[in-house]
């Protein structure tokens, strides 16, 4: 395979926040392994990709700069290998994966899309919403605030005036739900399937768990979850992905976040080889 020339391009930092040692070295492990089965990788930051360097016809990528997923898609398009799709990418922003994973009926909280600019108050009442997750909706969440836990819709108004004030014109507010926070990590129509209750490790981007806290243990179905996960993954078109999902004392499983190639920090070692496979196994479909 030595004739296989692959571009790996790492994220930018400002979208990695807190997790910036933790994503390159996935993107890393990833590269070794790609290496270790005879490939030429070059590895590349996303301002180099977007000032034109990369000329390999197969792209590893963990963009989020807007830019960035402009590029992608017009490559993709032009025949180029991409992984992680620059449309995938896109999908995982806030507004568009909302409407794509209820549009497919993939268990998911109860949700409003808003103007950040709109009187929400009487929407919120009358939808039965009181604590929920205000998310900007046009992207990728790069700071703590891009992400807030309301209590009430008066401070739910509050947080969309405050977004607005700050240049954010469209907001998802995800209702509240009670029970178990797993996070997963996953690598599409592989064996590998990675996940853990994060508060209890001490695993934490900005400190949400919190609000969930410690997990009770609930029971629910392991292999449903898991294929609730892959099934997010074929209709946002993210191969290589990870997420958050909450377990109702029922044992209802609901996703509340799908990302498109995370950190896979507490499985590093072990998804690297299964991701490697996946890209060679794409690049033998070509």
């Known amino acids: 395979m ?17 997790h910036i040692g933790n994503d390159a070295a996935i993107l890393n492990a990833v590269t070794e392994q790609l290496r270790k089965r005879g490939c030429e990788v070059n ?9 034109g360097s990369v000329k390999e016809d197969v792209i590893v990528n963990m963009c989020r700069e807007r830019r960035s997923i402009d ?38 909280p109860d949700s409003l899309m808003v103007d950040t600019d709109e009187v929400v108050k009487g ?10 997750w205000i998310k900007r909706g046009d992207f990728h969440a790069m700071h703590k605030e891009d992400v807030s836990y309301v209590r009430h819709p008066e401070e739910a108004q509050e947080v969309l ?16 739900l009670v029970g178990d926070l797993i996070k997963f990590y996953g690598v599409s129509g592989s064996r590998f399937f990675y996940w853990f209750y994060p508060f209890d490790e001490g695993h934490s981007k900005y400190g949400h768990e919190a609000i969930n806290g410690k997990s009770q243990g609930l029971e629910f179905d392991k292999d449903k979850m898991r294929e609730i996960c892959q099934n997010a993954s074929d ?21 509340i976040d799908f990302n498109d190639w995370p950190s896979f920090a507490p499985c590093r070692d072990a998804a690297a080889p299964h991701i490697a496979k996946y890209i060679l196994s794409e690049i033998k479909k070509r």
Do not use: W
């Open 2 to 18: 030595a004739d296989i020339k692959i571009a790996a391009i790492m994220r930018a930092g400002a979208y990695s926040p807190n």
């Open 43 to 51: 590895i590349y930051s996303e301002e180099q990709f977007i000032n």
């Open 71 to 108: 590029l992608l898609q017009k490559l993709e398009e032009e025949g180029r290998l991409v992984i992680n799709s620059g449309h995938g990418i896109e999908n995982c922003t806030r507004e568009r994966m909302t409407r794509i994973l209820m549009g497919h009926n993939i268990p998911y």
């Open 123 to 132: 929407k919120l009442v009358k939808a039965g919403f009181s604590r929920c």
């Open 161 to 176: 005036q405050e977004y607005f004030l700050r240049g954010i014109k469209r907001a998802v507010i995800n209702k509240h």
């Open 235 to 255: 209709v946002l078109d993210v191969k290589i992905y990870g997420g958050d999902c909450i377990i109702s004392p029922d044992g209802d499983i609901r996703i």
